[in-house]
C-alpha cells in the first residue's frame, strides 16, 4: 500500500524516519478517533478538541513520541492519557501490548469503543489517574505521557523497566519541552525533544 501523502508531507519531511513509526500513522484511520464534526480536518497538521478540555494531539507529535520510544514490536507499553484512543492505537500498531489509563470516564467509554471499532480491541483501556501509572502491571518498556507536568511523575519513572523509556512533556502551562527518559544502568538519562503544548497531567504526581 502506498504512503499517504499526508504522512509524506507532515512526517517524513519533517524528520521522522522510523520506518515502521511511519507505516503505523498511515495505517490508524485517524478520522476515526475525532468528533463527526472535525473529521474533514482529521488529517491536517493539527490538534483537534475532541470534549472535556482535551484534544487529540497532532499527527506530527505523535509520530515524534512513537519514534523517541523506539519500539520493535514486542514491548509492554503504558499510554497515559488515553484521550481519543488514537496514540494507543498507533502504538499498538508498534508494540507487543498497549494498556492507556484515562481519568474521564466518558473519555474512556468513548475510546474503548472507538478502539474495537477499528480492530484496536486488544488495547486495554483503564480509568484511573494516569500520574501515578499501573504498578500493578509494571514494569514497563515504554510509557506515553500525553499531558504535561512540571517534572518526571515518580511513579512512572519506577514503572520504567531497565532500558525503558519514557517520553513526557515537561514544563508549566506555557512552556513545554517533549523529553525523552531512559534507565540505563547508570540511572535515568534524560534527552530534550521539540517544544510542545499539552494539557496539563492532572492527579496526585501531576499538577493537582
Same mark, same amino acid.
Do not use: N
Given at each position: 500500500?502506498?504512503?499517504?501523502?499526508?504522512?509524506?508531507?507532515?512526517?517524513?519531511?519533517? @524528520?521522522? !524516519?522510523?520506518?515502521?513509526?511511519?507505516?503505523?500513522?498511515?495505517? !490508524?484511520?485517524?478520522?476515526?478517533?475525532?468528533?463527526? %464534526?472535525?473529521?474533514?480536518? =482529521?488529517?491536517?497538521?493539527?490538534?483537534?478538541?475532541?470534549?472535556?478540555? +482535551?484534544?487529540?494531539? +497532532?499527527?506530527?507529535?505523535? *509520530?515524534?513520541?512513537?519514534?523517541?520510544?523506539?519500539?520493535?514490536?514486542?514491548?509492554?507499553?503504558?499510554?497515559?492519557?488515553?484521550?481519543?484512543?488514537? +496514540?494507543?492505537?498507533?502504538?499498538?500498531? &508498534? =508494540?507487543?501490548?498497549?494498556?492507556?489509563?484515562?481519568?474521564?470516564?466518558?473519555?474512556?467509554?468513548?475510546?474503548?469503543?472507538? &478502539?474495537?471499532?477499528? @480492530?484496536?480491541? /486488544? !488495547? %486495554?483501556?483503564?480509568?484511573?489517574? @494516569?500520574?501515578?501509572? &499501573?504498578?500493578?502491571?509494571?514494569?514497563?518498556?515504554?510509557?506515553?505521557?500525553?499531558?504535561?507536568?512540571? *517534572?518526571?511523575?515518580?511513579?512512572?519513572?519506577?514503572?520504567?523497566?531497565?532500558?525503558?523509556?519514557?517520553?513526557?512533556? &515537561?514544563?508549566? /502551562?506555557?512552556? +513545554?519541552? $517533549?523529553?525523552?527518559?531512559?534507565?540505563?544502568?547508570?540511572?535515568?538519562?534524560?534527552?530534550?525533544? #521539540?517544544? #510542545?503544548?499539552?494539557?496539563? $497531567?492532572?492527579?496526585?504526581?501531576?499538577?493537582?
Amino acid at each position: 500500500m502506498s504512503e499517504p501523502e499526508w504522512v509524506d508531507r507532515q512526517l517524513r519531511r519533517r @524528520g521522522i !524516519v522510523d520506518e515502521r513509526v511511519l507505516a503505523a500513522m498511515g495505517a !490508524v484511520p485517524r478520522d476515526r478517533f475525532v468528533p463527526a %464534526e472535525a473529521r474533514v480536518h =482529521a488529517y491536517e497538521d493539527a490538534a483537534l478538541a475532541i470534549g472535556h478540555g +482535551q484534544s487529540i494531539s +497532532q499527527p506530527y507529535i505523535v *509520530a515524534c513520541i512513537c519514534q523517541a520510544l523506539s519500539l520493535t514490536g514486542d514491548e509492554s507499553v503504558l499510554d497515559v492519557g488515553t484521550g481519543s484512543g488514537y +496514540q494507543a492505537a498507533v502504538l499498538a500498531e &508498534l =508494540a507487543g501490548s498497549v494498556v492507556s489509563i484515562e481519568r474521564v470516564g466518558e473519555l474512556a467509554d468513548d475510546a474503548r469503543a472507538t &478502539l474495537a471499532a477499528t @480492530g484496536y480491541e /486488544r !488495547v %486495554e483501556v483503564v480509568v484511573g489517574d @494516569g500520574s501515578l501509572g &499501573l504498578p500493578e502491571l509494571a514494569p514497563f518498556d515504554a510509557i506515553a505521557v500525553a499531558a504535561a507536568a512540571p *517534572a518526571p511523575p515518580p511513579s512512572l519513572v519506577e514503572q520504567l523497566a531497565p532500558g525503558g523509556r519514557l517520553v513526557v512533556p &515537561l514544563g508549566g /502551562r506555557r512552556k +513545554q519541552r $517533549l523529553t525523552l527518559l531512559e534507565r540505563t544502568a547508570g540511572g535515568i538519562v534524560a534527552r530534550p525533544l #521539540v517544544d #510542545v503544548r499539552f494539557v496539563p $497531567l492532572h492527579g496526585v504526581e501531576g499538577v493537582g
